[in-house]
């Protein structure tokens, strides 16, 4: 009976890890969005100046798109 619980504890520890992994992407992800949607303030707000204004806003979209993407839990390597 013990072996069964310590495996029991075991996948449910993998399970809490794989949602707070999947948690923590996806916060990520949200926060991509609200930069994006402050950018596209920024580009109505400012109108023909928002190459200049909203630079830095869009340089800390872009780098967040590269960094911040949802990913799984699994990773397949493929050669």
């Given at each position: 009976m013990a072996v069964d619980e310590v495996k029991t504890a075991q996948i449910q520890a993998k399970l809490q890890e794989r949602e707070e992994h999947i948690?923590?992407?996806w916060v990520k992800a949200m926060e991509v969005r609200l930069v994006r949607d402050?950018?596209?303030k920024c580009h109505k707000?400012?109108?023909v100046n928002h190459y200049e204004n909203c630079k830095w806003l869009a340089d800390k979209?872009?780098?967040m798109l590269r960094d911040n993407r949802v990913k799984g839990?699994?990773?397949i390597d493929v050669q």
């Open positions: 948690r923590e992407s402050e950018l596209d707000g400012e109108g979209y872009l780098s839990y699994k990773v």
